[in-house]
């Protein structure tokens, strides 16, 4: 066992000669050298954070079946929830460890493995293996289904399958500014819900959108929504130029039409900008208070008629926390759902935590039977970088 660091050029120059579907191999080849490790095995997070499910290492075949296990109440659930390592002692096996692997707050999943001796250092150096983990299957999912195969523990329709490549590829984020998290819980019929964020050096973008319909009538309706809004974003266009670009897109090409919520926050000074196209008024607690947002309404994307989009401000606080959702959060059986009470209850998790608990809260009092997308994106606003030069120069006067 050596003394030396993770040696990250080393693993990093390891994961780039060995094939994307070996990441695992590669870290747990780096542990087995130094430290004597066994068992090693990582676990992905399945796609509704329900199950973790093992991922084969070289060798091992996918056709062999598959390892998964619930995550609720389980010690992988509790990794991922403190982001801390777990450890147990066992005579004849040592030292069980389980180690977050996360990238930017988005919870990839864990890594686990057996250790004859765990000392502050062995720990700190599993601690950097994992984070490493998480980077390298970043880049290698690009090139291989393996790690989106992991995250499927149900059957996946057509309409499942294009409403999902319309989600960013990680569910959460995280910047001095602001943290954020997003979750989509769909219905059995899918309803053609999206969201979708995007950081530049000077702005947060986020939308959520609801296309109208089910099955793969309203995921090709999604489709048209969110790359008009993408194509127009990434044109450099501004908030109501983006909107009018969706619907012109669906009155062009599609049929039915699309509520959405637009934001454009800037980081230096903080200041929030929305467009509402028929969408239901977002959530803002603030000092433990839970209001409600009032927004002027313009007409949902593709409608029949003349529109106007209209770019609104909205007062945004350090300290505030927003939540932003479909109707499938608050229609039908899901009306009975106090989203207001679980925001203030979780005031203190992370964002994704409160994804969490309010996607298990409607899909309890649904009794697991959707009868529409339900889609979340929850944003905690830290502050302007203006606000934290302010703050510097008040710290030095």
């Known amino acids: 066992m050596g003394n030396e660091g993770l040696g990250l050029d080393e693993v990093l120059r390891a994961a780039e000669e060995a094939a994307p579907t070996e990441s695992v191999d590669v870290v747990a080849r780096n542990l087995e050298k130094r430290f004597g490790v066994r068992a090693v095995s990582f676990w992905l997070v399945d796609l509704i954070g329900r199950e973790a499910v093992r991922l084969p290492r070289a060798g091992e075949s996918l056709r062999d079946g598959t390892q998964r296990a619930g995550l609720r109440g389980s010690v992988y659930d509790q990794v991922l929830r403190s982001q801390h390592l777990h450890h147990e002692y066992d005579a004849d096996e040592g030292f069980r460890v389980v180690a977050p692997v996360s990238n930017r707050g988005d919870c990839i999943g864990v890594l686990e493995l057996s250790v004859p001796r ?50 960013p590829s990680a569910a959460c984020c995280e910047a001095p500014q602001f943290t954020l998290a997003g979750g989509l819980l769909p219905a059995d019929d899918v309803g053609g819900d999206t969201y979708d964020y995007t950081l530049d ?50 009155r062009t090409h599609g049929r039915g039409m699309t509520t959405g919520q637009l934001l454009h926050i800037e980081l230096d000074s903080g200041r ?87 996607a298990d809260s409607v899909h309890d009092v649904c009794g697991g039977v959707l009868a529409d997308d339900a889609t979340i994106l929850v944003l905690d606003w830290h ?7 302010h703050a510097a120069d008040a710290a030095f006067s």
């Not at 970043?138 to 057509?158: I, K």
Request: hydrophobic letters at 45%.
């Open 118 to 167: 765990l000392d502050d250092e062995v720990r700190e150096e599993i601690g950097k293996a994992a984070h490493a983990l998480a980077y390298i299957v970043v880049t290698d999912r690009r090139f291989t289904d393996l790690y989106h195969w992991g995250r499927r523990t149900t059957g996946m329709s057509l309409a499942a399958e294009i409403q999902h490549q319309l989600l």
């Open 201 to 250: 050096a000077d702005a947060l973008h986020l939308s959520i959108t609801d296309a109208m319909g089910h099955d793969t009538a309203s995921a090709l309706l999604a489709t048209l929504t969110v790359n008009a809004l993408r194509g127009a974003r990434r044109a450099g266009l501004g908030l109501t130029e983006q909107a009018h670009a969706a619907h012109q897109a669906i």
């Open 383 to 389: 502050g302007s970088r203006l606000g934290e030069l």
């Open 272 to 358: 929030c900008r929305l467009v509402n196209a028929g969408h239901p008024w977002p959530l803002r607690l603030r000092d433990g208070l839970v209001e409600e947002i009032p927004l002027r309404i313009n007409l949902p994307f593709g409608v029949p008629l003349p529109v106007r989009y209209e770019a609104q401000d909205i007062d945004l606080r350090a300290g505030d926390r927003l939540l932003l959702f479909t109707d499938g959060m608050c229609e039908r059986e899901a009306a009975t759902l106090d989203m207001a009470a679980l925001l203030r209850d979780t005031y203190g998790e992370h964002p994704r935590e409160v994804v969490r608990a309010l």
